[in-house]
């Protein structure tokens, strides 16, 4: 895992929780046209979270959809399914989300209850990080465990992201043949499917696209690839001999990915990269982990203090925007062939 994105997330818990630090003079990035854009709000009561939670009152899942509001044509929308970073929050693409939207997709981002900042459920309840979880977090970036706890927990982490991505996929492809289930639902065509996310949850998407047979293209913002460790022995991970049988799409920020380069025979990220039947890699020059999310877009104040990369905010997150825009074209859509660059 990533060193430096735990601390992070840690130091953000209570700014989150303060509008005017959040949200100083926002200035959104407008979607690229042509469909206007609608978003709605639902809680998955259901579910077997018992290996999961002991309180399986807390594992409700909520989920936030952004989809074109406009009359369904053809097959219907693309969906793409988006996972946040530890201690972030469904909202933290959101100029992603509209982008993707406006351009004729539908987005349905996950709240991983107890793993985000906070997450509201439509019923009102509010469930804040679980504090196991936040106790972790802050000994496995001191490294005040030993690597194969480290392993183990990060792979408990995993597990529980992987649970809530079957528990929202099976519940959307469930809800489309159910009348009355809302007009998002059948918007959706079910045979083309992308994941992607941010930190763990990138990881989460990737791990997501080895065991679910619906998705169709994976994209990884500045994550590790945790799931491709498959055990510990001897002080060193085991990793998966199977090749990535997707698509995979890898987005670094710089320092991140001098580290891969320097470790590739034991990164996990550079050893998928060797195995993936479709594997691509970018870089952004002079880019930090939170670069890849709208919070420098929101609190400009706040990540300059967390100290995100020198690149130009704005110009980041746009050209990443339109980066997977292009993939998921290309893969969900039978778009043009890509032209992408390997740094930026």
Known sequence: MKKGFIIIAILLIPVFLIPAVRFPNFKPI??????????IVYTIPDGDFSEASKDEKSRELTIEFWYPDTPLSGDGFPLVVFSHGAFGFRGSNYSTFMELASNGYVVCSIDHTGQSIFTKHTDGGV?????????????????????????????????????????????ILENMDTPGSGEVFQLIDPNHIGVFGHSLGGDAAAQIGRVQKDVDAVVVLDGTLIGEGI??????????????????????????????????????NMVVATRALDSRQIVFQDSGHLNFTDLPLFSPLLTKALGIGEIDRRYCIETMNQILLSYFDHYLKGGEDLNLESSY
């Open 127 to 171: 469930v804040i990080t679980d504090l196991d979880f936040l106790q972790d977090a802050g000994a496995v970036q001191s490294e005040s465990y030993e690597d194969e706890k480290i392993y183990t927990l990060t792979h408990q982490w995993l597990d529980l992201r992987v649970s809530d991505f079957n528990t929202v996929l099976d519940s």
């Open 231 to 268: 055990g510990f022995s001897d002080g060193r991970e085991i990793f998966s001999e199977e090749p990535y049988p997707l698509p995979i799409l890898d987005i670094f920020n710089e320092e991140h990915y001098q580290d891969a380069l320097e470790n590739s025979s034991t990164y996990a």
């Open 30 to 39: 407008p979607p690229s046209d042509p469909y206007p854009v609608d978003s």
